[in-house]
């Protein structure tokens, strides 16, 4: 069963730093698109960041210069390292991942981890 595990959400001041990690387990050929979402209380899930397989980037508006999402195909990981972080950063923070599952192409999510920015 192919699973998606996060770690590194918590609390921090404006202006902190976080990095957030998640690892594929499970049995799989091939990972090829990764993202990092987030969910602010009362709003819609929206996307943060994206990475191809290739390593190529593209970042949310009111993330970019701040976060920067990377990946490490040997160990099957992708994360966020999250700088300059401001109260509207606050959410849970998921993981989403296009997984090669035999012959069919599945989209996996990962539990969520809080990031809280608080005054």
């Known amino acids: 069963q192919v699973q998606l595990v996060e770690s590194g959400g918590g609390w921090v001041q404006p202006g902190g730093s976080l990095r957030l990690s998640c690892a594929a387990s499970?049995?799989?050929?091939?990972?090829?698109?990764m993202h990092w979402y987030r969910q602010a209380p009362g709003k819609q899930r929206e996307l943060v960041a994206h990475?191809?397989?290739?390593?190529?980037?593209n970042d949310a508006d009111s993330v970019k210069g701040r976060f920067t999402i990377y990946r490490d195909n040997t160990k099957n990981t992708v994360s966020l390292q999250m700088k300059s972080l401001k109260p509207e950063d606050t959410a849970v923070y998921y993981c989403?991942?296009?997984?090669?599952?035999?012959?069919?192409?599945?989209?996996?999510w990962g539990q969520g981890t809080q990031v809280t920015v608080y005054t």
């Open positions: 990475i191809t397989s290739g390593g190529s980037t």
């Open positions: 989403n991942a296009q997984i090669l599952v035999g012959s069919k192409d599945f989209g996996y």
């Open positions: 499970g049995r799989f050929f091939s990972i090829s698109d």
